[in-house]
């Protein structure tokens, strides 16, 4: 079992910057790739961006590429989303989910690939 929690949302205006945070607990045994994905109202889960274990390999929805940044701390067991140039289309609730993984390279970008999900953290920009 892998236990998440996301921190970091907030209220932020247009153009602006956040960090969220994503902090993994439970079988430490587990190699695994992290994604992170967001909901806005009356729409579906979309992916955002995914790392490996490795963090060498990365990947981003057109939607964010550039201007969203995933990456790693594996010793705090900890995965970040640098968010950037913010718009307002980026309002969501914004979950980190995590699948354990044979491979140090892999990545997932779909969520029915992803067994573990936080609770989700929201991310509300304003114009």
């Known amino acids: 079992q892998v236990h998440l929690v996301e921190s970091g949302g907030g209220l932020v205006q247009a153009g602006g910057s956040l960090r969220l945070s994503c902090a993994a607990s439970?079988?430490?045994?587990?190699?695994?790739?992290m994604g992170w994905f967001r909901q806005a109202p009356g729409k579906e889960r979309e992916f955002v961006a995914t790392i490996s274990w490795s963090g060498g390999n990365t990947y981003y929805a057109d939607s964010v590429k550039d201007r969203f940044t995933i990456s790693r701390d594996k010793a705090k067991n900890t995965v970040y989303l640098q968010m950037n140039s913010l718009k307002p289309e980026d309002t969501a609730i914004y979950y980190c989910?995590?699948?354990?993984?044979?491979?140090?390279?892999?990545?997932?970008?779909?969520?029915?690939?992803?067994?573990?999900w936080g609770q989700g953290t929201q991310v509300t920009v304003s114009s």
């Open positions: 439970g079988r430490s045994s587990y190699s695994v790739a």
């Open positions: 989910a995590a699948e354990p993984v044979s491979t140090i390279a892999t990545i997932f970008h779909r969520v029915s690939e992803y067994r573990y």
